[in-house]
Nanobody
Framework: QVQLVESGGGLVQAGGSLRLSCVAS????????MGWFRQAPGKTREFVAA????????DYANSVKDRFTISRDNAKKTVYLQMNSLKPEDTAVYYC?????????????????WGQGTQVTVSS
């Protein structure tokens, strides 16, 4: 079993930055790929970023590429999402997810464990 707890969300002005953190429990977490997804009001949940178990491979949605950076610290069992140049359209609940395989994907159904989400609000 893996439990995920996100933090770091909040209210920020457009152009600002936030860093989300996701702390995991579970002995084999370091072999899991990790992802971040988000869900805006009235919209379906969408892929944001993912990272392989080793951190050697990253993937991003086109909408956040060059603005967001995913990283992980396996010793701390933590995955991060650094969000820069935030836009109002980035407003959403952000979810951390774990996949019990080492390769990252964009497919929501490939992730078996989810956090409770953290709210990010970007004002214009």
């Amino acid at each position: 079993q893996v439990q995920l707890v996100e933090s770091g969300g909040g209210l920020v002005q457009a152009g600002g930055s936030l860093r989300l953190s996701c702390v995991a429990s579970g002995r084999t977490w370091s072999t899991y790929a990790m992802g971040w997804f988000r869900q805006a009001p009235g919209k379906t949940r969408e892929f944001v970023a993912a990272i392989s178990w080793s951190g050697g491979s990253e993937d991003y949605a086109n909408s956040v590429k060059d603005r967001f950076t995913i990283s992980r610290d396996n010793a701390k069992k933590t995955v991060y999402l650094q969000m820069n140049s935030l836009k109002p359209e980035d407003t959403a609940v952000y979810y951390c997810a774990a996949r019990t395989l080492p390769i990252a994907t964009q497919t929501e159904s490939h992730y078996g464990y989810w956090g409770q989400g953290t709210q990010v609000t970007v004002s214009s």
